[in-house]
């Protein structure tokens, strides 16, 4: 249900847990009260009775209207984007016959992002968001109806593509880090790791109909009418904001304007391992393992000798598997390192399967478990990056994910493009899986050190294949806490009782506001050792 008013006076989660299974978990314990112990529910301010809490579900965020009128705005808006990324890429490869010029296209479109991402951030904690995503909306609508006119009109060149795609960018650089953390003011933190996830979904239901309408619509009647629909499709979005009720949306203090916010922000994230190392793979594979309009156009034309239909049906295949990820987060509702990496390692292997495919129905079936995996990879990044960053912070952080995820297609789009057209698109497709998998394990060695734990193969049955548990030097330091098992270190299931939970220990004291700055007391070494491995594992 939507909350009222009043119902941000209700005790706030921790919002330094990736854990949203602890920030929903503010209702079942207050602050400072132990672990074991009946705590109060929390009251809400405006009726003094406890807080009803909603059953957990796959689609639990969409009780609430804010996020209904946003998420319906953001299907059709989204399958619109995607008719245009797929007659944008068809329509650069008929004009130059490269796939060099389809990543130069996409470089360019993502450029703004590499240069001017953390200032976008800036701006989204600056300014109140949906004022803003009602102006970038407007301005991407407009690119949309621009490129239209042009090819429509038969006008257009490749130079006209690449202007257009990097006022789209512009456009972008803004508006993503305001939409990205626009969900947290609309659900609260209780439904953010649900309501990414059905964002992911979202976006991917689009890509089932947006590729296959565009495959029609270019064989039809030309790409033209594939940009006039994807511009139209911006009405249903900023109709939505605009219908909106603001008195149900959750405050969050906004940051003052200052000096040194930009540089604040990026020692923030340098200072916290459970930020700078999730996005730091997040880099490597935006960057390496995300060029599919390089590839898959690459497949179709010189591999299998196919056309624009073809090239639309391996975009819906790769959709359909990653709505099947998304739906499979959301009902998770748990962000855990763990799964990230281990989804990033797979993703990387899977790539290079299908670059090795004999045929064409093999490569077509890979397409359905990397779309899956790859955004479960993606969601839980997003989703244990927002939940671990403080509200006031999160617009910069959030904008420093998306410019490594995003940001660096300009170096990635045309080195992939440069290696598919030199040595061929399955040694092009081979070197992003590559990147994406050694990364992925680079990245687990990482945290695990952090962390203080090692992994632990299980061979015996009923236990997990892989598992982390503490080094023994570790569990020696921790003193008090050597009657910890290592399942309760490093497994997804329920902490023994007499474990004190990461919310619990780094809550801060009651006095403190939801908004607190980011630089907290320092916590005990013990203890520190303690959340990291939390947080980490």
Known sequence: MSPGPGAHSAPAPDENTNDPAAAGGAGKAAKGTEP?????PAKTAKTGKPAKTAKPSTFSSLRIRNYRLFAAGQLVSNTGTWMQRIAQDWLV?????????????????FLPMMLLGLYGGVIADRYPKRRLLLITQTAMGLTGLALAALTLSGHVHVWHVYALAFVLGLATVVDNPARQTFVSEMVGPEQLANAVSLNGANFQSARLVGPAVAGVLITAVGSGWAFLLNGLSFIAPITGLLMMRTAELHTVERAPRAKGQLREGLRYVASRPELIWPITLVGFVGTFAYNFPIWLTAFTDRVFDEGAGTYGLLNSLMAAGSVAGALLAARRG???MRVMVGAALLFGVLE????????FWVFALLMAPIGAVGLTFNVTANSTVQLASDPAMRGRVMSLYMMVFMGGTPLGGPLMGWITDTYGPRAGFLAGGLVSAVAAVATALVLARIGGLRPRVGLRRGRRGLTFVPVARGVRAAGAAGAEGPESIAG???APQDRTPVSSRRTAPAAAPATAPPSAPA???????????????
Do not use: C, W
């Open 492 to 494: 997804d299931g329920p």
């Open 523 to 537: 916590s005990a070494p013990g203890e520190d050792r303690d959340h990291r491995r939390d947080v980490l594992a």
């Open 93 to 109: 490869l008929s004009l130059t016959g490269s796939a060099t010029a389809v990543g130069i296209t996409t470089a360019l479109q």
């Open 36 to 40: 074991g112990k009946n705590a109060e």
């Open 334 to 336: 748990v962000s855990r």
């Open 352 to 359: 290079m399967a299908a670059a090795l495919s004999p045929s």
